[in-house]
């Protein structure tokens, strides 16, 4: 493989191979005639490898709900969406909007019954990697900010094998104002560890995706889980005022580019 | 309407149009996720034998989705063509299949009779033909569109250059158009999906499109695939638009899902019609469509995925729009399991699409989690170049990093041209070989010190 011990030149180089460090697209790959250098055309299939080898990965569950009660200092729910296994899943997305029926009769004669603010949903969706990574840094940070805004926040639930949606029929269980669901989005060639975010105003099962707001790719190299709480504090605090969500809230908050240069310059995030 | 088939000692009765419809339609997840599918092979057969046998004129009596609920219906019924459809007026679906496929039909024919078709019955004929019979058909029309290029016609295959970035960073999208340039992509638009919606974000995406386009007086348009009521509020504040971009299905209710309805399309089409910044046409209305999109928002009326997609289709012809494409396989497998499924339906959507009289490209792609690779992308790939499509995504190293997809790379654009001998748009062409970018065989030329694009790149590092 190694292509530069060779004798004869076979990758016609492209010159402007000082911009890969601007992007972490795949730039500037060099060619043979119209093609993929072999040792690009191998990387991309590890890297596809990888990524599905993450749709297929399972949470670590009981550890996850622990990290969850110590930085929230409130009890968690672990529920489960109506999805048996991996396969149903990806073909029953239907399944994965909806809690099991054990799961959503825990939550109902569990729910402490007073109205929240906000109802944390969170679920592995098509990547624990993503989960794993990058919720306990986020909740970290998260947490300190509902308080400071004096925000209440229901126990949060860690819903198995859920989509976004499942966070409607949790938000109403649990009589909360918004719900908001932390979900492993599906797995990227260059990012299988990417975190969603979805908010959704006044939750009940039904409500379709023009009612959401959105926060994606939430990542150390993405979105930094400071800027991503940022802008989600921005979203709350938008949609208590207006009493909506999705299109018409807009986001018209100013880029905080400290936020944003955390990530991409390297800096720890707290742990 | 009831419609029957009997095979040997069984008769498959079909309770509606839409019912048959949705059996007759080749076998995708997606379908079965509804729960509408033939319940068997035979059954299928059975359908598309009685589909064959229906008239074109039932589809003018019968509603897939109710014309009184449903915006979309509305508008394509009362678009359609009575004197256009009289030449085909007494063909069944069969008959229409083969009259598609006669050389006698030619791509002016098809022009003629094309508002005359409804997509519903453009949907049916569909599902009788074989991956080859789409092909063949598709390639018969040209659909030629114009803004600051002239994308679709025949030997050309534009390209969209796609340089997203997930946290919209200037830089390093500036470096991936730049690269998609020197590739000799970017005639369809440059077009970026923003990470953010956000109104400020959306602007400095914008001027940087703009300022690039102008710099290199690049014969193309650029485009944020934002929302529209974002371009529209984007145009009213003075921003350098050039496209304006909306995501649309086939039926009213999935719209909402997204957001617009027609009148906000409209709204939105009349904002783009003031700014008048086309130099050679103006065509300058974006689509992007998929099949699956109404049933994943629970929109669907029961309609299989393929006739609704059709429908979109016949809601875009209403704005006469630069581009259309349809992102076959972002949806993921619930919808289109595998890459059989995805190269079925980029085809039909390809032949759908171009039969209504649009200019389709097709986001050529796939997601992680469906049974796809890149052997299934270089099929459809192939397949479409042949077919006459208009336009394919280029995207650095066929991995998008904000959408987190797989879609064509900038080197499979150089492969389908080299492969099949088309060509960029005429006046991209001129400027590729007047800026030394390709040589007299239309490959890559090899760059001069001084030459004007590598300088420009080479100013992102100051």
Aim: some cysteine; aromatic content about 6%; glycine content about 10%.
């Amino acid at each position: 493989m190694d292509q530069k011990n060779n004798k004869t030149q076979t990758i016609i180089p492209n010159p402007w191979d000082s911009l890969k460090r601007f992007t972490g697209a795949r730039i500037a790959l060099g060619r043979c005639g119209a093609s993929l250098p072999t040792d690009k055309l191998l990387e991309f299939r590890l890297a596809h490898a990888r990524a599905k080898d993450a749709v297929y990965a399972a949470p670590d569950c009981e550890r996850l709900k622990a990290d969850i009660e110590r930085i929230s200092g409130n009890s968690a729910f672990l529920l489960e969406s109506r999805a048996q296994d991996r396969a149903e899943y990806l073909k029953r997305p239907d399944l994965g909007r909806r809690l099991s029926e054990e799961s959503a009769a825990l939550l109902a004669s569990r729910a402490p019954g007073q109205v929240y603010d906000i109802a944390p949903v969170i679920s592995e969706g098509l990547s624990a990697i993503a989960i794993e990574r990058n919720l306990r840094p986020f909740l970290e940070l998260l947490y300190p900010e509902l308080r400071r805004a004096g925000l209440s926040a229901a126990p949060a639930c860690l819903v198995r094998q859920g989509r976004v949606a499942v966070a409607d029929e949790v938000g109403s269980l649990l009589g909360a104002r918004i719900a908001v669901i932390l979900i492993g989005e599906r797995p990227g060639l260059s990012s299988p560890d990417s975190m969603g975010i979805y908010l959704t105003f006044n939750p009940h099962p039904g409500i379709t995706d023009e009612r959401r707001n959105c926060i994606s790719n939430v990542r150390p190299e993405g979105m930094p889980c400071g800027a991503a709480v940022s802008k989600l504090m921005y979203l709350i605090r938008g949609s208590l005022r207006l009493g909506l969500s999705g299109v018409a809230l807009k986001d018209e908050q100013e880029p905080d580019d400290a936020l944003l240069e955390e990530g991409r310059g390297g800096m720890e995030l707290p742990s | 309407m009831t419609y029957r088939k009997t095979i040997g000692a069984r008769t498959y009765v079909f309770t509606s149009l839409k019912d048959l419809l949705a059996k007759a339609s080749p076998e995708r997840s997606g379908d079965l996720l509804a729960g509408i599918a033939a319940e068997s092979a035979e059954e299928r057969a059975a359908a598309q034998m009685a589909l064959a046998d229906a008239y074109l004129s039932d589809f003018l009596k019968e509603d897939i989705v109710p014309y009184d609920e449903d915006e979309v219906t509305r508008l394509i019924c009362d678009g359609h063509s009575g004197e256009a459809f009289d030449e085909i007026s007494s063909l069944t679906v069969g008959a229409f299949r083969n009259w598609l496929l006669l050389d006698e039909t030619t791509g002016d024919t098809l022009k003629r009779v094309s508002p005359g078709i409804l997509p519903e019955m453009a949907a049916a004929v569909s599902k009788l033909m074989r991956n080859q019979d789409l092909i063949r058909a598709a390639a018969k029309i040209r659909n030629v569109t114009a803004f600051r290029n002239t994308i679709g016609l025949p030997g050309r295959l534009s390209v969209r250059l796609q340089p997203n970035d997930p946290v919209d960073d200037p830089k390093s999208i500036a470096a991936q158009i730049m690269d998609g340039l020197f590739y000799g992509c970017g005639d369809a638009v440059i077009g970026i999906n923003p990470a953010s919606d956000n109104y400020g974000s959306v602007t400095e995406l914008l001027r940087l499109l703009d300022g690039i386009i102008t710099r290199f007086a690049i014969p193309t348009q650029g485009c944020v695939l934002t929302h529209i009521t974002t371009t529209i509020k984007a145009i009213e504040m003075g921003a350098p638009v050039d496209l304006v971009f909306q995501s649309i299905g086939g039926t009213q209710k999935v719209n909402e899902s997204f957001g617009v309805s027609a009148a906000v399309l409209r709204e939105g089409f009349e904002a783009g019609a003031s700014l008048k910044r086309g130099s050679v046409g103006s065509n300058f209305m974006y689509f992007e469509t998929g099949q699956g999109s109404a049933l994943s928002a629970g929109a669907h009326h029961n309609a299989d995925q393929q006739t609704l997609e059709a429908r979109a289709y016949g809601l875009a012809r209403a704005f006469s729009p630069l581009l259309v494409n349809t992102v076959v396989g972002f949806i993921g497998p619930e919808y289109l399991y595998d890459g059989k499924q995805i190269v079925r339906a980029g085809l039909e959507d390809h032949f759908c699409g171009k039969l209504l009289g649009l200019p389709m490209g097709v986001d050529i792609c796939y997601t992680n989690h469906a049974e796809a690779d890149q052997d299934d992308m270089d099929t459809l790939l192939t397949l479409l170049a042949v077919a006459g499509c208009n336009f394919i995504m280029g995207v650095p190293g066929a991995d998008d990093i904000m959408l987190n997809y797989q879609s064509t790379s900038f080197h499979d654009a150089l492969y389908a041209r080299g492969a099949l001998g088309l060509r960029p748009a005429p006046e991209f062409e001129d400027w590729l070989r007047r800026m030394g970018l390709f040589d007299e065989r239309l490959i890559p030329a090899e760059l001069r010190p001084g030459n004007r694009l590598l300088e420009g790149a080479e100013a992102i590092n100051d």
